[in-house]
């Protein structure tokens, strides 16, 4: 996995409560790993609205999300994740991937999502903490695979040599979630597509500022208009009232003080 350095990793597994010496069963430790994560650190975008730069170094994400207990973006999370894996001995490729656009009826443009791919015990698994609502544990990749976890149920259906379309099921049905490629990449080839969705206001990130995080039992999910909070797939949704109201909530639920971000990026631009 081209692209990056040692990292020393201590400070992000103690983060989301992880100790290796005490899991024995490496697989057991590759699926925990993306859980634990998952359930600590938010997907978020307050960055770009912070107009403070993304980055794909794991350290500095790691200290980010370690140190100031931040979330990220794909870019952001899964570079992180897959030095994690590597550190720890595991075999990891960044793969370029693509969300299914509804509105347009198309795939999003490649490498516009970041995902890894990891080799355990002869297996190869997708991993990924880059998505707002995506499943809890490392999916093994092979054609009609299915998992379950507590949030939702995901298949994978091969469509070429190195393609995969991972479905997502909603009422019954099977809807597309993203497509993704095998094909190893380096870590310099989302490095376009990061900036875009950092600058552009075409996209959803540009428009409003998210933040999401897994629970045990479902999902909380802050944007600029609502709070919804899911336990056992039922959902419970409120409206955010005011700008006051929004950071309290972020601060409540995400533990994110905006007030303290604002203040950090004024101070950086004096």
Not at 8 to 21: A, K, M, S, T
Not at 76 to 88: D, I
Not at 156 to 168: A, C, V
Request: include cysteine.
């Amino acid at each position: 996995m081209k692209g990056v350095g040692r990292l020393d990793i201590q400070p992000y597994l103690h983060h989301i409560g992880i100790n290796p010496e005490r899991v024995s069963d490496r697989k057991a430790l590759f699926r925990d790993i993306q859980r634990r994560h998952l359930l600590t650190v938010p997907f978020e975008n307050l960055d770009i609205h912070l107009k403070h730069p993304l980055s794909m170094d794991p350290v500095k994400v790691q200290e980010k999300v370690a140190v100031h207990k931040r979330g990220g973006l794909c870019f952001e999370l899964n570079s992180l994740l897959g030095a994690v894996y590597r550190e720890l001995g595991y075999q990891v490729h960044y793969v370029s991937a693509a969300f299914w656009n509804e509105d347009k009826h198309d795939w999003n443009p490649p490498y516009s999502h970041l995902a890894l791919n990891v080799n355990v015990e002869g297996k190869t698994y997708l991993a990924d903490v880059g998505v707002g609502g995506g499943f809890m544990e490392p999916i093994e990749i092979r054609h009609g695979m299915v998992y379950e976890d507590h949030l939702a149920t995901y298949r994978l259906e091969q469509t070429g040599d190195t393609s995969y379309i991972l479905q997502k099921s909603a009422n019954d049905q099977w809807e597309k979630l993203f497509q993704f490629s095998t094909q190893p990449e380096e870590l310099a080839a989302f490095q376009p597509m990061c900036r875009y969705y950092e600058t552009s206001k075409d996209t959803l990130f540009g428009q409003e500022r998210l933040c999401s995080i897994a629970t045990a039992d479902g999902r909380i999910s802050l944007s600029e208009e609502s709070l919804t909070i899911t336990r056992n797939k039922v959902k419970e949704k409120s409206p955010v009232t005011s700008e006051k109201e929004w950071r309290r909530l972020l601060k409540k639920y995400f533990g994110i003080d905006y007030d303290l971000l604002e203040g950090k990026v004024k101070l950086n631009h004096k």
